[in-house]
């Protein structure tokens, strides 16, 4: 309490509260005891702030999407995705190589940038900067992994027998409210006999299979091209073929 006191009381000495403390870059301090300023030039440096290169093979599945998708135009993104990780595979490696060369380029780029763009800042604006920019990452980690893992195709998890029960029932039941529908839909599984229900347990093994199947040839897809942090961790290398 007595360095908080010492602190409050060197502000005051200075004539400046918390909020003009920074009043040159237009950033306000919650209290004269907050010690980080987050200026509001921060928000629009963000959109300037140098973004990373995407990968050799991701490079490559971006631009070949738009084609594969006209070629295939009535097939499911998760299968053309697989027949553009089949083409990555197939591809020469003198093929390879430039993708693999403009990745560099642009990496080496990006660290130069990022460091330029870093050197703008004074040592507490970066602090805060890059706090703004990690929370930020957080923020969207999820829903650009979820993109992603979409984009590669990965196959969706297996749904439990009182969700596929829900998603059957859902659909033919129309009267009434989505809550509402759902509460109906809930007793009436708690109602089901053990035979009814075992039809549901049933569907949900069989949707074990095709999720553990597809996963190991997802897996396999993605070691290929050299995205192995993608596999699980409880899948041991042995069960991944090497080249």
Known sequence: MALFRGMWGALRALGR??????????????????????????SSNLGSYPKKPMTSYL????????????KHPDVKISELIRKIAAAWRELPDAEKKVYEADFKADWKAYKEALSKF?????????????????????????????RELTLLGKPKRPRSAYNIYVSESFQETKDGSASGRLKSINEAWKNLSSDERQAYIQLAKDDRIRYDNEMKSWE??????GRSDLIRRNVRRSDIPED
């Open 220 to 225: 396999e897809q993605m070691a290929e091209v």
């Open 17 to 42: 509260s918390g909020a003009e403390m920074c009043a040159g870059c237009g950033g306000r301090l919650p209290s004269a005891l907050s010690l980080i300023c987050i200026p509001k030039c921060f």
């Open 118 to 146: 870093k050197d703008q800042l004074t040592p507490s604006q970066l602090v805060s900067f890059e706090k703004e920019v990690r929370q930020k990452r957080l923020k969207k980690k999820a829903s650009i992994k979820k």
């Open 59 to 70: 490079r490559f599945s971006t631009e070949q999407l738009p084609r594969f998708k006209a």
